[in-house]
């Protein structure tokens, strides 16, 4: 028998594939629990980082930057915390590769900013990579920490002394708590801790001297309280 020949049957068959394509594709997600259960650590967008997050969106970052690690091992290697940078901030030498992530994660991601290119790296993890200065500049100049770099100069969020505006400020605050709703650097560098006891006075005394020296850090917390206040 030729199904293509009895329009009547055809149509019934085509119906029913799309019923199951509809089944497993939206149904079933819907009544999966955990795409609606937050993971343990995951809280709500401050006001500061919602203001963050509607620049993020404007400005278009979503066409050039992903927010999804897969559970590859090139993408926990890559996005975890390098060697290079564990050593330039803790005086360490260690890998500590980044979680994938989970669907609890974006409870709070409406709409959901996963992105589909990634002409620049991955931010699902980018909270806490850099300090704030880092993001203030590379926005500013994305030349002048990253050489060679294509994205482009967000001039328009800074004015025309480079200081930068309401904008840019929770933009970074944003871009902060990215990744941060799994405590992964924290537990990663316990447990390198652990391994390594000889190793905890230079974790301690660069924990201390990296909250000390970084004075942006104190702007944007001053932000922050402004930005609840007005919530
Ligand atoms: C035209 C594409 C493009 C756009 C648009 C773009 N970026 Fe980028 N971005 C890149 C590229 C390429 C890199 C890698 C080189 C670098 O560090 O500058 C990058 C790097 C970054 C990094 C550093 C990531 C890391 O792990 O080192 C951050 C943070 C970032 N971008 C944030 C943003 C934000 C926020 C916006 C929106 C305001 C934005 N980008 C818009 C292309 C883009």
Redesign the pocket.
């Known amino acids: 028998m030729s199904i293509e020949k009895k329009p009547f049957l055809l149509i019934l068959f085509v119906f029913i594939l799309m019923m199951i394509g509809t089944y497993v594709t939206v149904i079933v997600p819907l009544l999966d629990e955990s795409l609606n259960t937050p993971t343990p650590d995951t809280t709500d967008y401050t006001a500061l980082e919602k203001a963050g997050r509607k620049v993020?969106i404007k400005?278009?970052?979503v066409?050039?930057?992903t927010q999804q690690i897969r559970s590859l091992l090139e993408e926990t290697q890559r996005y975890g915390m390098g060697e290079e940078e564990t050593f330039k901030r803790f005086g360490v030498r260690t890998l500590i590769q980044a979680p994938p992530s989970q669907p609890g994660e974006y409870v709070y991601d409406k709409p959901h900013l996963l992105g589909t290119r990634r002409?620049?790296?991955d931010?699902a993890r980018?909270g806490g990579?850099y300090d704030n200065s880092w993001?203030i500049n590379?926005?500013r100049d994305?030349r002048s920490t990253?050489p060679g770099?294509?994205?482009?100069s967000?001039t328009w969020l800074f004015d025309k002394k480079g200081k930068p505006s309401k904008d840019a400020r929770a933009?970074v605050s944003y871009?902060q708590k990215l990744g941060n709703n799994i405590k992964w650097r924290e537990e990663g560098l316990k447990q390198y801790r652990k391994l390594h006891p000889e190793k905890k006075e230079i974790l301690d005394k660069e924990d201390i001297k990296k909250e000390e020296t970084d004075p942006s850090t104190e702007e944007i917390k001053e932000q922050k309280k402004d930005g609840e206040k007005n919530d």
């Open positions: 993020y400005d278009g970052c066409n050039c930057h002409t620049g790296p931010l980018v990579k993001h590379h926005l994305p990253s770099s294509i994205m482009p967000h933009l871009l």
